[in-house]
């Protein structure tokens, strides 16, 4: 499997984790001083998510996907394995994000699954782990700051 994960303690319950990764997902998705605005759609198998990130010197990056699996209060899976002008350069990968208990708090989990190797070493080398850990780290920093 050509798979890339990050994952992080985060010192809040689930039902708060749950609550920000995927009611206020603007507010940690992209590292800062980059910025996201997520739009989950209907929140269920088959329904289109359509994320923008924009950069600090004016950078437009548009991510059209589909939700694969909206399992409330545990995991989202998407994809951008769709076809048409949606997709151009074909498919990247399968990003699934979850919360689950652990202690006192919560384990998060970020997981990008390629589907060939040569997308996930382009995965890392984009900066996939110092990316996605300060995602994680912003996530908990809300989800710790409110708990």
Known sequence: ??????TRFIAAPPA???DVLAN???EWWCPVPWRAEVDWGARAPGVAVHTVMYGP???VHEHPGIILAWDEGSRIATTDAIVG???PNGPFMIGIWSVEPEGEGTRYTARARHWTEEAMK???EMGFTEGWEACAA???AICEREA
């Not at 499997?1 to 990050?6: A, F, I, Q």
């Open 16 to 18: 708060k984790a749950w």
């Open 57 to 59: 010197e004016g950078e």
């Open 1 to 6: 499997m050509n798979e890339l994960s990050v």
């Open 24 to 26: 206020r997902t603007n």
């Open 138 to 140: 912003q996530l908990a």
């Open 122 to 124: 382009q995965h890392d």
């Open 85 to 87: 002008d949606l997709a």
